[in-house]
Protein backbone atom coordinates (compact mmCIF):
# COMPACT_ATOMS: atom_id res chain seq x y z
CA UNK A 1 0.00 0.00 0.00
CA UNK A 2 1.12 3.69 -0.94
CA UNK A 3 1.91 5.71 2.22
CA UNK A 4 0.02 9.13 2.48
CA UNK A 5 2.95 10.92 1.09
CA UNK A 6 3.30 8.93 -1.76
CA UNK A 7 -0.02 9.31 -2.42
CA UNK A 8 -0.09 12.85 -1.95
CA UNK A 9 2.58 13.01 -4.00
CA UNK A 10 0.95 11.44 -7.17
CA UNK A 11 -2.92 13.19 -6.60
CA UNK A 12 -0.01 16.74 -6.74
CA UNK A 13 1.03 16.17 -10.24
CA UNK A 14 -2.00 16.72 -11.45
CA UNK A 15 -1.69 20.39 -11.95
CA UNK A 16 -5.55 20.49 -12.46
CA UNK A 17 -6.27 19.80 -8.73
CA UNK A 18 -6.41 22.32 -5.96
CA UNK A 19 -5.39 21.17 -2.34
CA UNK A 20 -8.44 21.90 0.58
CA UNK A 21 -7.12 20.31 4.03
CA UNK A 22 -10.44 19.58 5.82
CA UNK A 23 -10.40 17.71 8.93
CA UNK A 24 -8.52 15.75 10.78
CA UNK A 25 -5.09 16.23 8.66
CA UNK A 26 -7.49 14.97 5.60
CA UNK A 27 -6.83 16.45 2.32
CA UNK A 28 -9.83 16.42 -0.27
CA UNK A 29 -8.46 17.42 -3.98
CA UNK A 30 -10.88 20.06 -6.34
CA UNK A 31 -10.99 20.22 -10.02
CA UNK A 32 -12.15 23.67 -10.03
CA UNK A 33 -13.14 23.72 -13.57
CA UNK A 34 -15.63 20.79 -13.73
CA UNK A 35 -18.66 20.97 -16.00
CA UNK A 36 -20.34 19.69 -13.05
CA UNK A 37 -21.19 20.93 -9.57
CA UNK A 38 -18.81 17.70 -8.51
CA UNK A 39 -15.64 19.28 -8.12
CA UNK A 40 -13.74 17.05 -5.47
CA UNK A 41 -12.00 14.39 -7.40
CA UNK A 42 -10.18 13.49 -4.22
CA UNK A 43 -12.06 13.03 -1.15
CA UNK A 44 -10.33 12.70 2.81
CA UNK A 45 -6.98 11.86 1.59
CA UNK A 46 -5.89 10.32 5.22
CA UNK A 47 -2.77 10.20 6.88
CA UNK A 48 -3.11 6.58 7.34
CA UNK A 49 -3.37 6.24 3.47
CA UNK A 50 -6.88 5.66 3.06
CA UNK A 51 -8.91 7.85 0.92
CA UNK A 52 -11.47 7.91 -1.91
CA UNK A 53 -11.64 9.23 -5.51
CA UNK A 54 -15.34 10.16 -7.15
CA UNK A 55 -16.30 7.79 -9.59
CA UNK A 56 -19.55 8.72 -10.28
CA UNK A 57 -19.45 8.77 -14.08
CA UNK A 58 -16.91 5.71 -14.56
CA UNK A 59 -17.69 2.39 -15.14
CA UNK A 60 -15.03 -0.35 -14.24
CA UNK A 61 -14.88 0.31 -10.84
CA UNK A 62 -16.40 -0.51 -7.39
CA UNK A 63 -18.03 2.55 -6.00
CA UNK A 64 -20.16 3.44 -2.52
CA UNK A 65 -23.61 4.87 -2.84
CA UNK A 66 -22.02 8.50 -3.32
CA UNK A 67 -19.63 7.12 -6.40
CA UNK A 68 -16.98 7.43 -4.57
CA UNK A 69 -13.75 4.46 -5.02
CA UNK A 70 -11.46 3.09 -2.09
CA UNK A 71 -7.89 3.70 -2.82
CA UNK A 72 -6.61 2.35 0.18
CA UNK A 73 -4.69 -0.54 -1.62
CA UNK A 74 -4.26 0.65 -5.08
CA UNK A 75 -0.73 0.71 -6.86
CA UNK A 76 0.85 4.04 -8.19
CA UNK A 77 -0.39 3.45 -11.44
CA UNK A 78 -3.98 2.69 -10.88
CA UNK A 79 -3.75 5.60 -8.16
CA UNK A 80 -2.87 7.71 -11.69
CA UNK A 81 -5.00 5.76 -13.40
CA UNK A 82 -8.46 6.69 -11.54
CA UNK A 83 -7.31 10.42 -10.93
CA UNK A 84 -7.25 10.92 -14.78
CA UNK A 85 -9.91 9.37 -15.74
CA UNK A 86 -12.12 11.10 -12.55
CA UNK A 87 -10.97 14.29 -13.97
CA UNK A 88 -11.83 13.26 -17.92
CA UNK A 89 -15.70 12.16 -16.86
CA UNK A 90 -16.18 16.05 -14.76
CA UNK A 91 -14.31 17.98 -17.50
CA UNK A 92 -16.38 20.69 -19.20
CA UNK A 93 -17.71 20.07 -22.58
CA UNK A 94 -15.22 20.23 -25.69
CA UNK A 95 -16.28 23.17 -28.08
CA UNK A 96 -17.33 20.12 -30.79
CA UNK A 97 -19.87 18.67 -27.77
CA UNK A 98 -21.21 22.58 -27.87
CA UNK A 99 -21.94 22.46 -31.45
CA UNK A 100 -22.94 19.27 -31.63
CA UNK A 101 -25.40 19.76 -29.11
CA UNK A 102 -26.83 22.73 -29.83
CA UNK A 103 -30.52 22.89 -27.78
CA UNK A 104 -31.09 19.54 -28.30
CA UNK A 105 -31.66 16.95 -25.06
CA UNK A 106 -27.85 15.80 -24.59
CA UNK A 107 -26.41 13.14 -21.81
CA UNK A 108 -22.67 12.70 -21.74
CA UNK A 109 -21.57 9.04 -21.17
CA UNK A 110 -18.08 8.25 -19.97
CA UNK A 111 -16.01 5.20 -19.89
CA UNK A 112 -13.14 4.23 -17.55
CA UNK A 113 -10.72 5.46 -19.65
CA UNK A 114 -12.38 8.72 -19.46
CA UNK A 115 -13.19 8.39 -23.16
CA UNK A 116 -16.76 10.58 -23.37
CA UNK A 117 -19.64 10.46 -25.82
CA UNK A 118 -22.78 12.49 -26.31
CA UNK A 119 -26.28 10.89 -26.83
CA UNK A 120 -28.35 13.51 -28.46
CA UNK A 121 -32.28 13.26 -29.20
CA UNK A 122 -33.22 15.13 -32.32
CA UNK A 123 -36.40 14.62 -34.18
CA UNK A 124 -37.80 11.12 -33.18
CA UNK A 125 -34.24 9.71 -33.42
CA UNK A 126 -30.81 9.40 -30.63
CA UNK A 127 -27.78 9.94 -31.98
CA UNK A 128 -24.51 8.85 -30.58
CA UNK A 129 -21.41 11.20 -31.29
CA UNK A 130 -17.59 10.69 -30.48
CA UNK A 131 -16.85 14.67 -30.85
CA UNK A 132 -18.36 15.90 -34.05
CA UNK A 133 -18.57 12.38 -35.71
CA UNK A 134 -21.78 10.07 -35.61
CA UNK A 135 -21.28 6.91 -34.41
CA UNK A 136 -24.60 5.58 -34.08
CA UNK A 137 -28.11 6.38 -34.46
CA UNK A 138 -31.07 4.49 -32.70
CA UNK A 139 -34.81 4.82 -32.84
CA UNK A 140 -34.94 4.18 -29.18
CA UNK A 141 -33.51 5.84 -26.12
CA UNK A 142 -33.61 2.49 -24.59
CA UNK A 143 -31.52 1.28 -27.79
CA UNK A 144 -28.89 3.34 -27.47
CA UNK A 145 -28.53 3.25 -23.99
CA UNK A 146 -27.69 -0.59 -24.20
CA UNK A 147 -25.50 0.08 -26.71
CA UNK A 148 -23.62 2.64 -24.27
CA UNK A 149 -23.73 0.08 -21.78
CA UNK A 150 -22.70 -2.87 -23.79
CA UNK A 151 -19.49 -0.31 -25.44
CA UNK A 152 -18.66 0.52 -21.30
CA UNK A 153 -19.92 3.76 -21.14
CA UNK A 154 -21.99 4.99 -18.21
CA UNK A 155 -23.87 8.42 -17.61
CA UNK A 156 -22.33 10.92 -15.15
Do not use: C
Not at 20 to 45: A, W
Not at 48 to 70: A, K, M, P, Q, S
Request: charged share 30%; proline share 3%.
Amino acid sequence: MLSFEEKKRIIESFPELTRKEVSLGRLNYHYEESGYEKKVVVYHLHPNGNGFVYGGHLTGYETDDRGLINIRDYTEAELKEVVQASIRSLAPKTEAEQAVAGDAYEERWVAADGQSLMLLQEDDLWYVYSGLNLEMAFDTYEEAEAYLKEEGFARP
